[in-house]
T-cell receptor
Framework: SQTIHQWPATLVQPVGSPLSLECTVE??????LYWYRQAAGRGLQLLFY??????ISSEVPQNLSASRPQDRQFILSSKKLLLSDSGFYLC?????????????FGPGTRLLVL | GQNIDQPTEMTATEGAIVQINCTYQ??????LFWYQQHAGEAPTFLSY????GLEEKGRFSSFLSRSKGYSYLLLKELQMKDSASYLC????????????FGQGTELSVKP
């Protein structure tokens, strides 16, 4: 069966520090991968998605970046965090089941920038 | 632009039935997801509708009308554990499977 991992689960970082969040998927190959952010009391906002190794699409301009160095690895990074980067970061992957696409989320990383 | 609307909050009684509506105006609609999200946790998949009509999964059912840009999630025999946020999300056609989410409906189930 397929599983998705994210780490760390919780992170507290000072403003201006770098960031690296990792997401890995098991049990599938060539998945579509996504990074979402959910601010407190808000809906999910798509940040990046990737349809293959080295292929990244950015949805919103910001100080974050994403990379996909391996088929089942998706990394979210920042060189200098802002206070507004605080939130719940969710990695997701999609799979086609019975001709229908389904998207599943990882457990998430809760980031607090102080 | 893309616009997805759902009520912010709803309250219902244990054992009752509740319907959570979602309307959307998007370009390139491919299908509509419903997710459940408990406080502090990641969303979990409930349903995905591509064709018009009602799909039932146990106590949960989801309906879609593509011509009206409308969907609802129906929860029967409500339980206290159903208190959560319910997220409506549209899958955009030919855009790598990316989803556009509504703000979510916070459902409170009272005894």
């Amino acid at each position: 069966s397929q599983t998705i991992h994210q780490w760390p689960a919780t992170l507290v970082q000072p403003v201006g520090s770098p960031l690296s969040l990792e997401c890995t998927v098991e049990g599938t190959s060539n998945p579509n991968l996504y990074w979402y952010r959910q601010a407190a009391g808000r809906g999910l906002q798509l940040l990046f998605y990737s349809v293959g190794i080295g292929q990244i699409s950015s949805e919103v301009p910001q100080n974050l970046s994403a990379s996909r160095p391996q088929d089942r690895q998706f990394i979210l990074s920042s060189k200098k965090l802002l206070l507004s980067d605080s939130g719940f970061y969710l990695c997701a992957w999609s799979v086609v089941v019975a001709l229908q696409e389904t998207q599943y989320f990882g457990p998430g990383t809760r980031l607090l920038v102080l | 632009g893309q616009n997805i609307d759902q009520p912010t909050e709803m309250t219902a009684t244990e054992g009752a039935i509740v319907q959570i509506n979602c309307t959307y105006q998007t370009s390139g609609f491919n299908g509509l997801f419903w997710y459940q999200q408990h406080a502090g946790e990641a969303p979990t998949f409930l349903s995905y509708n591509v064709l018009d009509g009602l799909e039932e999964k146990g106590r949960f059912s989801s309906f879609l009308s593509r011509s009206k840009g409308y969907s609802y999630l129906l929860l029967k025999e409500l339980q206290m554990k159903d208190s959560a946020s319910y997220l409506c999300a549209v899958n955009l056609y030919n855009q790598g499977g990316k989803l556009i989410f509504g703000q979510g409906t916070e459902l409170s189930v009272k005894p």
